[in-house]
């Protein structure tokens, strides 16, 4: 190469340099988005450099450029750490559930009728007794009233044959078969009579038949008049009071019947609770076992989650939780586990649990979304670690603990998952261990914040 060539070339080394590092460097190392801003690169030297130049600047400056990476790399990672400590470590299980009402009723009619009036709405708390739905029940009384008036007639016939006839009874008979006998003699002349007009053609066969009738009708009031005054001059017979009797009985049965049949013309609470829904309106036509209401009873409500079948063994009646509510931030209601199970669902992997609320706000109602934080585990001075410090992988679960500058992994059970600290078994109290452990590989160089690996 000429000396002037060299000297020239000299004078554009700097540039060069920095124009070399571009074109050579940023490739090796993948940077190639940089290429993008060759029209804008200031530096591009304008000089004419020799070829050997130009490499040997683009080898320096990859051997720069790698000096450098190679020191950021293997310089130790500052990283936290804790100590492993005791302490309390409760773990919640957090399951989605529902309210439910076991005691619910679809209250019907047992009497057919039309819809009078609805005394009461949808979502209303009533008590036991009150009054919901009532019909006419202008059928149901007029049923009553003639039960009612049946039931004095059978009563006054059962003491008159307890009792036997008296005096009067007798004479008061006696006027009525006299009577009666006087009008069959007449009733019998004025047939005898219309027999023979008849007969001369002076009255019609329809006259005729007439005075036959009211012949008969006159024969049969006189025999039941002197039956009558043959019972009454006879001593009563067991067997008469006891038919008696058994019609009397007959027709109270008759008369409750009847007064039950009013009473359901009213449909009443058969205890307290929530409306759910009323499935009739005013003047509409209803059949006996039709449901005209539903209610629940929201003193026997509880909470059903659904929770994952390997909880099962960790899950028992008795387990205190807490229950939030969405609709309802920052207002909690305690709860115990009534029961777990029996529901199972295979196909998703999971099991029913029961829960029996201490109280639910005023407003609650069948169906409103609840999540159920369930204590599976409470351990008081147990080992503990930071949950962001134990790493589990598919050998196991671990801590990372620092050794001569390095992470060395420590294997450990966990007992109870709380948060944010976990109870652990396999490490001792106050082992420091490192926190955020899965951003670090075992192995790597690292040094404590502050620099105390104690």
Request: aromatic content about 6%; charged content about 25%; some cysteine.
């Amino acid at each position: 190469m000429p000396h002037g060539n060299l000297g020239t070339g000299l004078t554009a080394t700097a540039p060069c340099f920095f124009y070399a590092a571009y074109r050579v460097v940023l490739p090796i190392v993948g940077l190639q988005a940089f290429r993008l801003f060759d029209p804008i690169i200031v530096f591009r030297p304008v000089f004419v450099v020799d070829s050997r130049l130009y490499w040997f600047l683009g080898i320096v400056a990859v051997a720069v450029v790698g000096t450098a990476v190679y020191w950021l790399a293997s310089s130790p990672t500052e990283v936290e750490t804790v100590r492993v400590q005791r302490r309390e470590v409760v773990e919640v299980y957090v399951a989605t559930g529902r309210i439910e009402a076991p005691r619910t009723s679809d209250l019907g009619v047992e009497v057919a009728g039309t819809v009078r009036h609805i005394a009461v709405e949808e979502g209303a708390e009533i008590d036991r007794g009150d009054r919901l739905v009532a019909l006419r029940p202008r059928n149901a009384e007029l049923a009553v009233q003639k039960a009612e008036a049946r039931v004095e007639t059978l009563r006054s016939e059962l003491q008159e044959i307890r009792r036997g006839a008296t005096d009067a009874n007798i004479r008061a008979a006696e006027s009525k078969v006299t009577q009666f006998a006087a009008q069959l003699a007449q009733a019998e002349r004025e047939q005898r009579d219309t027999k023979a007009l008849f007969e001369n053609d002076v009255v019609s066969e329809r006259e005729l038949e007439q005075a036959r009738t009211a012949a008969k009708e006159a024969r049969a009031r006189l025999e039941n008049a002197e039956a009558r005054l043959e019972r009454l001059r006879e001593r009563p017979l067991p067997e008469q009071v006891r038919a008696a009797r058994s019609r009397l009985e007959q027709g109270r049965v008759d008369l409750e019947r009847a007064r039950n049949d009013l009473a359901e013309t009213i449909i009443r609470a058969p205890f307290g609770g929530l409306i759910l829904a009323i499935e009739t309106d005013e003047g509409e036509r209803v059949t006996p076992n039709q449901t005209v209401a539903r209610m629940a009873d929201m003193t026997s409500a509880e909470v059903y989650a659904e929770v994952d079948e390997d909880y099962f063994g960790r899950l028992a009646a008795g387990q205190p939780a807490t229950l939030l509510f969405p609709s309802m931030p920052g207002e909690a209601f305690s709860a115990t586990v009534r029961r777990v199970g029996p529901e199972v669902a295979p196909d998703r992997g999971v099991i029913g649990v029961h829960l029996a609320p201490d109280s639910l706000p005023d407003n609650a109602f069948p169906g409103l979304t609840v999540d159920a934080n369930i204590e599976v585990a409470r351990l008081d001075q147990a080992l503990a670690a930071p949950t962001d410090a134990v790493v589990r992988d598919p050998t196991g679960t671990y801590v990372l603990t620092i050794r001569d500058g390095t992470t060395v992994r420590q294997a450990v059970d966990v007992r109870a998952r709380g948060h944010p600290w976990m109870a652990l078994e396999g490490v001792d109290a106050g082992t420091r261990i490192v926190r955020n452990a899965a951003r670090l590989e075992i192995g790597q160089a690292v040094t404590p914040a502050g620099g105390d690996e104690s």
